[in-house]
């Protein structure tokens, strides 16, 4: 069976960007792999964070995932800085990685950009995130547009250790979904949609009411021309909406547009078919927020699982670069 892992940052409420670009592929991965998720608490202290929230966030975080679909009995859920190998291997692979491959990370340049000073954390955060994957010998890794470059350094370090000091690392390879991969805010359809530079009104939330779903929905910005066709670059507000639908509903961009000639009634149907989509995430939350505690137990299992694996793994990488075990 392959083993998939992926990770997200509890940085604030889950948006369809999140939902359609990952999380709903995660759920389904649940049922046919191994599959690993976890909440990367770690990789949000690359940015300012106030530490009761950061905890709050990653407790909620959790919940919401569950709440999306994720099984704990299916799948290995915890919260990263659980288990200590992570930042343990990180050091390994920061002694693989360079300077100049790090600097050229456009996740990297985009949240530098314009600060005076600049979390050492924030560049090798990219080596933490080789080190999550690297730890479960993970054969794919389900994520949206813009972490493939992220993975395809992954790649790198695992062949550049591999060849230095013998087989050692699984290779893994991303896996990005073909609609939905890149959600984009409903206000500035040329920007991603997303939890920390998004308009309020660009960005629809994975527990927003549905009145307020449909409200941005309603709102959304597209173009003048009345043409209702699918094409994202002349049209990329109209396309987003078009591609939303469409994973909705489990059609193409094109057939979806098909069956339209006004912008408006578009909208009505994309705000039903999501609400719909949503409904049994919303109604598995407000269930779950009830008994934090039965969350945190399970957090706690996830963990556990994970570190079993993870240990063995760090004790392979940790021989092979020749430290001395531990007596
Ligand atoms: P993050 O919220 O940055 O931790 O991202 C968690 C997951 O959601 C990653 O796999 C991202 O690639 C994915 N993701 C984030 N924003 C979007 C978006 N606007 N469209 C599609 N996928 C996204
Ligand atoms: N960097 C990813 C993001 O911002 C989150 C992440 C951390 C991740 N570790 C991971 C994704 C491991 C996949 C696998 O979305």
Known sequence: ?????????????LHLGNYLGAIRNWVADQYVHDAVYCVVDLHALTLDIDPAELRSR????????LA????????????????????????????????????????FKDKSAGRDSVRAGLFTYPVLQAA???????????????????IELTRQLAERFNSRYGATFVVP??????????????????RKMSKSVSSPLGTVLLF???????????RAVTDSDGDLRYDPVAKPGLANLLELLAVATDRTPDLVADGYLRYGDLKKDLAEAL??????????????????????????IGAEKAHAVAAETYRRAADAIGLLPPG
């Not at 990653?58 to 995932?65: C, E, G, I, S, Y």
């Not at 290995?76 to 990370?105: D, I, K, Y």
């Open 173 to 190: 390879e991303a896996s990005v979904p073909t609609v939905g991969a890149r959600v984009m805010d409903l206000q500035q359809p040329e």
């Open 275 to 300: 609400v719909e989509l949503l409904r049994p995430v919303r109604q598995r939350r407000s269930e779950l927020v009830g008994d934090p505690g039965a969350v945190t137990a399970l957090l706690a």
């Open 208 to 218: 927003d009411t549905p009145e307020d779903l449909s409200r941005k929905v309603r």
């Open 132 to 150: 999550d994957i690297l730890l479960y010998d993970a054969d794919r890794v389900p994520v949206g547009d813009d972490q493939r470059q992220h």
């Open 58 to 65: 990653t407790h909620q975080t959790a919940v919401d995932l």
């Open 1 to 13: 069976m392959a083993t998939v892992l992926s990770g997200i940052q509890p940085s604030g409420d």
């Open 68 to 107: 999306a679909g994720l099984d704990p009995e299916r799948c290995t859920l915890f919260v990263q800085s659980h288990v200590p190998e992570h930042p343990r291997l990180t050091w390994l692979l920061e002694c693989t990685a360079t300077m100049g491959e790090l600097g050229r990370m456009v996740a």
